[in-house]
């Protein structure tokens, strides 16, 4: 035998099979793919997907069911692992403590130009507090658009993490939500927020609150409001109600254009 013939018969001895995750890790590394896993959300289980540039879908468990039921409908390949990467791990914890995105990396590249606009505004409304679409609307530049708006956060991809949950009705009232009226109003009540409250004052017509100290008026649920006492504390139906009052818009929440 040559040696040739020996150093192929020893290469041969040392043939191995790839393994099983290969395929999986190649799709991954060069962004063909993304990877998920099963955390606990604010309101119960939730799955969480994400890439190299960030998460790219958050999915309470009992809307899909099995990991399996979610990668059939993720629009990407999608590969389930035990945990996030560690630094992906500490800023998707804390932005399920805080309500707010922080430094969590956010993947919304595979959504239009619009949509990304409406759900970057949206992260925006702080925790504790709601905004009507309308705002919403306003705030990008299109104030014709609500429903449009409407639209967009319906099929806001990461749920909860940009939160739509925060934005209701024009009228006031919670409305509907992409995985039930139960759930927006369990994240509601999540974040210190009474969603019965706000039916009932949404019913009685109340749009706007002022104090008739400052003589700002403010959306019901903004941080200032919240501290008016209630001997000064005034209700608006409208903001044209408020500054024939002779009340000025609040610079926070920033209830009229």
Request: proline share 8%; charged share 25%.
């Amino acid at each position: 035998m040559t040696s040739e013939e020996t150093i192929a018969d020893e290469l041969a001895t040392l043939k191995r099979c790839a393994p099983s995750d290969v395929l999986g890790r190649v799709m991954r590394g060069v962004d063909l793919a993304d990877e998920f896993t099963e955390i606990e959300g604010p309101t119960g289980p939730a799955y969480v997907a994400w890439n190299g540039r960030g998460i790219t879908a958050f999915v309470p468990v009992d809307a899909v069911g099995t990991p399996d039921a979610f990668k059939e409908r993720h629009p990407r390949e999608a590969f389930h692992v035990e945990a996030p990467p560690p630094s992906l791990a500490k800023h998707l914890d804390r932005a399920i403590e805080t309500g707010r995105l922080g430094r969590l990396p956010v993947d919304l590249s595979s959504i239009g130009a619009f949509q990304r606009k409406v759900l970057e505004k949206c992260s925006e409304i702080p925790p504790g507090e709601i905004r009507p679409y309308g705002w919403i609307a306003r705030e990008i530049g299109s104030p014709g658009a609500v429903r449009a708006v409407g639209t967009a956060l319906g099929r806001n991809p990461v749920p909860v993490l940009i939160p739509c949950h925060r934005v209701v009705r024009t009228d006031g009232r919670i409305g509907n939500y992409a995985y039930g009226s139960p759930m927006k109003r369990a994240l509601l009540e999540h974040e210190g927020l009474d969603p019965d409250a706000i039916e009932t004052s949404a019913q009685r017509g109340v749009r706007l609150v002022g104090s008739d100290t400052t003589g700002i008026y403010c959306f019901p649920t903004c941080r200032h409001a919240k501290r008016i006492a209630e001997a000064h504390r005034v209700e608006f139906r409208s903001e044209a109600a408020a500054r024939a009052d002779g009340y000025r818009a609040c610079k926070v929440c920033r209830p009229a254009a």
